[in-house]
T-cell receptor, first 114, second 112 residues
Framework: EAGVTQFPSHSVIEKGQTVTLRCDPI?????LYWYRRVMGKEIKFLLH????????ESGMPNNRFLAERTGGTYSTLKVQPAELEDSGVYFC????????????FGPGTRLTVL | GENVEQHPSTLSVQEGDSAVIKCTYS??????FPWYKQELGKGPQLIID?????GEKKDQRIAVTLNKTAKHFSLHITETQPEDSAVYFC???????????FGRGTSLIVHP
């Protein structure tokens, strides 16, 4: 069974540009989560999808971040326009149950905004 | 909201020694405490977890303890091996969505 995959693995962009991160969850997992880790700090929750619906987006930092999960399969996280403080590692995770106790994480996308 | 503190930030041990990582949490309603291991180039992977109705749980060389009264929990690794070198994260969550609040991570280095 393939794990959670994320693309790209690294992205370097300039302030003001747009970047789109993609996450492919484990097949059949209804729950999909996005997290972010800023250098040396804790991993912070951004949002949670159940299928194509946003269940909880309380962690989204501001309206420059837009997450979508059309069709309830893969998800994208767009940052527009990117700011310096958006740099960090963005993780995606998925889980199969309604209450996603065990979450399976992808390898992350390292975003650097210059 | 929940706040999780994790110590130490870096832990260096010799192969064969034990390693202990400690975490505290603030929300007494938290009832699920997973531990994740993140190896270089990979995402965090669940290695062990404990629920609030249990005081200790063991799985081979790793064990977790939970003190609900003091609101702290710990990860113990015995007979450490170089492949245990990684960043370890503790987390706390509660029923409903079980969205974890993570600690800042501990970089464990095991010297051969």
């Amino acid at each position: 069974e393939a794990g959670v995959t994320q693309f790209p693995s690294h992205s370097v962009i300039e302030k003001g540009q747009t970047v789109t991160l993609r996450c492919d969850p484990i097949s059949g997992h209804d729950n999909l989560y996005w997290y972010r880790r800023v250098m040396g700090k804790e991993i912070k929750f951004l949002l949670h999808f159940v299928k194509e619906s946003k269940q909880d987006e309380s962690g989204m930092p501001n309206n420059r971040f837009l997450a979508e999960r059309t069709g309830g399969t893969y998800s994208t996280l767009k940052v527009q326009p990117a700011e310096l403080e958006d740099s960090g590692v963005y993780f995606c995770a998925s889980s199969p149950t309604r209450q996603g106790v065990t979450q399976y994480f992808g390898p992350g996308t390292r975003l650097t905004v210059l | 909201g929940e706040n999780v503190e994790q110590h130490p930030s870096t832990l260096s041990v010799q192969e064969g020694d034990s390693a202990v990582i400690k975490c505290t949490y603030s929300d007494s309603a938290s009832n699920y405490f997973p531990w994740y291991k993140q190896e270089l180039g990979k995402g965090p992977q669940l290695i062990i977890d404990i629920r609030s109705n249990v005081g200790e749980k063991k799985d081979q060389r790793i064990a977790v303890t939970l003190n609900k009264t003091a609101k702290h929990f710990s990860l113990h690794i015995t007979e450490t091996q170089p492949e245990d070198s990684a960043v370890y994260f503790c987390a706390a969550s509660k029923g409903g969505s079980y969205i974890p609040t993570f600690g800042r991570g501990t970089s464990l280095i095991v010297h051969p």
